[in-house]
């Protein structure tokens, strides 16, 4: 090989190299609008009626198709970068520049699979919009994805399955071809998508699983007047326990102890969700029909809110000098991890009443 012929080889390689790495910036800017899409999606969302709605399917089909196109970009670049490389061996530098071919390749094949995962998700969204609407509504949607199925029925038997006519083969050897067939042709090239694709569903169930335990606060207070109000207010999405018990230096062999039942608490919320109302509401009553969550589609985690509030008065429990307070709460009851301890001096001298601590804000 002479130089002229190194050079513009060299040439060559290293503008396609800039501009990979060029599409690869792009590439970059969309997995980051993709991400975020995902993660917003899955945590703010919590898809009901059915197990994934338009918008996790779409945002999962992006990000899965950004993840891959990337890897491929990356691949390329890791094999194109150690063709820059001397060898002293010319069959090592042909292997290293027969890897870095096939790399490039396999990016622009990466996009039109992609591309063909979009389509796919589109017409998969369609068929989940259309299902949410009668029959009659939705039945040009049904005729356009039957006559789309129809058309790529008709490509697929042409380019591929009768070719096997003009092949003398027995019954069982044709249908085990047309097995393989659909294997090399339909599973195999999009079985890195369909793994991404099964990762980032399952990711997405983690976030949502997790967002369900959003953070919330709790506020205790207690006034320094004779009842000694005790003041409870709480944002959680589950049903606390708490408990109190009160020690005195009088009798420090009786502690007392409380559990404030789930039923004592008053409760207050904020339900966000998207919902058929033709459905649920009974024109003839005007009013929303019994088993209405049957029919929700989507719950918003982020915009939904569960509020607790609980007061009591301690001066029955008081005795003359010092009584330390214990306030126990479990925020996500016994079936969770979260302990949290509240722990104050309450100093009784006739009606006159000291607390050495009276507020407490805790983020959950």
């Not at 790529?152 to 067939?181: D, G, S």
Request: charged fraction near 25%; include cysteine.
């Amino acid at each position: 090989m002479d130089k002229n012929s190194d050079h513009n080889r060299l040439t060559v390689r290293t503008t396609r190299l800039g501009i990979v790495v060029i599409l690869f910036g792009a590439v970059w800017y969309i997995f980051k609008g993709s991400l975020n899409i995902w993660y917003r999606t899955f945590s703010e969302n919590l898809a009901i009626r059915f197990f994934l709605d338009i918008g996790s399917i779409l945002s999962v089909s992006w990000l899965a198709c950004a993840i891959l196109i990337m890897l491929s970009i990356l691949q390329y670049v890791f094999f194109e970068l150690q063709t820059f490389k001397y060898f002293e061996i010319v069959t090592e530098e042909q292997q290293v520049l027969k890897k870095a071919e096939v790399s490039f390749i396999r990016i622009f094949k990466s996009i039109k699979r992609c591309f063909q995962v979009m389509i796919a998700s589109l017409v998969i969204s369609c068929i989940i919009e259309a299902s949410k609407k009668p029959l009659s509504e939705s039945i040009y949607i049904y005729l356009f994805l039957l006559l789309f199925l129809i058309f790529w029925l008709l490509v697929f038997i042409k380019e591929k399955v009768l070719p096997l006519r003009n092949q003398k083969l027995t019954k069982f050897k044709k249908i085990a071809l047309f097995f393989e067939l659909i294997m090399s042709s339909i599973i195999n090239p999009f079985w890195g998508v369909i793994k991404t694709f099964g990762i980032l569903i399952f990711l997405g169930i983690l976030v949502s699983i997790i967002s369900l335990d959003k953070k919330g606060y709790l506020e205790i207070e207690l006034k320094e007047t004779t009842n000694i109000p005790l003041k409870f207010n709480m944002q959680n999405n589950t049903d606390p326990n708490i408990y109190i018990n009160i020690n005195n230096d009088t009798f420090p062999n009786e502690n007392i102890s409380k559990q404030i039942k789930t039923n004592e608490l008053d409760k207050s919320s904020m339900e966000i969700m998207e919902v058929d109302n033709t459905k649920i509401f009974d024109k003839k009553n005007k009013q929303i029909k019994e088993g209405s969550w049957e029919h929700v589609e989507i719950f918003s985690l982020k915009e939904s809110n569960y509020y607790y509030k609980y007061t009591t008065e301690l001066k029955k429990y008081m005795v003359e000098g010092r009584n330390v307070v214990k306030i126990i709460v479990l925020p996500s009851g016994t079936s969770g991890k979260q302990r949290i301890v509240v722990t104050t001096t309450i100093n009784k001298q006739g009606d006159i009443i000291r607390i050495a601590k009276k507020r407490f804000k805790i983020k959950l």
